[in-house]
């Protein structure tokens, strides 16, 4: 079946660092979601990726979708402590009428001030 | 509130007793999914509905495993004979449509002693 790794399972860096999370799926993708959860807390959408090669940003965070539609990545910029959670990735399989999303392990990101 | 509710919140429970979870979707949202989530592990999807209808059941899901969503709104997960490997946090999640980003409740924690 589809499975989607995601690396590196934890990051932890100074605060003003960059920070980045890759996503492998081992099959193509119709789409690719990414979501964040806050220790305690539940996922929370960020952004979805269709296109291929697809960029998208939100302020100091940078999506990618790969050519081939089975890779995608997440990079932050200058890091602050308010982007302390896990970073979840969340595949759309091509033969996937139903919408559900098959995640990655996550990547934890811990800021130190 | 309008968002994604989840009933109880935590329970505790003997091993081999029945336990029942209530999900209450975004009001509009026709699509509902349960997830289940353990420790450093993304979410694992366990079955999806669209309106009243199951469409999709994980096969890693035990026969113990049920879910209901009798009217379209509303769903039921129960698990029955629980076993201490089914401690995990019990997900849900609504969206309009199957493209769409899901929006999670906050979850059902399970412990089975």
């Known amino acids: 079946g589809q499975q989607v790794m995601q690396i590196p399972q934890y990051q932890h860096v100074q605060e003003g660092e960059d920070f980045t999370t890759y996503c492998n799926s081992s099959t193509t993708l119709s789409n690719i979601q990414w979501y964040k959860q806050r220790p305690g807390g539940h996922p929370v959408f960020l952004i979805q990726?269709?296109?291929?090669?697809e960029v998208k940003k939100q302020k100091r965070l940078t999506f990618q979708f790969g050519e081939a539609k089975k890779n995608s990545s997440l990079h932050i910029t200058a890091t602050q402590t308010t982007d302390v959670g896990t970073y979840f990735c969340?595949?759309?399989?091509?033969?996937?009428?139903?919408?559900?999303?098959?995640f990655g392990q996550g990547t934890e990101l811990s800021v130190k001030p | 509130d309008t968002g994604v509710s989840q009933d109880p919140r935590h329970k505790i429970t003997k091993r081999g007793q029945n336990v029942t979870f209530r999900c209450d979707p975004i009001s509009e949202h026709n699509r509902l999914y349960w997830y289940r989530q353990t420790l450093g592990q993304g979410p694992e999807f366990l079955t999806y509905f669209q309106n009243e209808a199951q469409l999709e059941k994980s096969r890693l899901l035990s026969d113990r495993f049920s879910a209901e969503r009798p009217k379209g709104s509303f769903s039921t997960l129960e698990i029955q004979r629980t076993e201490q490997g089914d401690s995990a946090m019990y997900l849900c999640?609504?969206?309009?449509?199957?493209?769409?980003?899901?929006?999670f409740g906050p979850g059902t924690r399970l412990t089975v002693l």
């Open positions: 969340a595949g759309r399989g091509l033969d996937n009428q139903g919408g559900k999303l098959i």
């Open positions: 999640a609504s969206s309009l449509l199957q493209g769409n980003e899901q929006f």
């Open positions: 990726l269709v296109k291929s090669g």
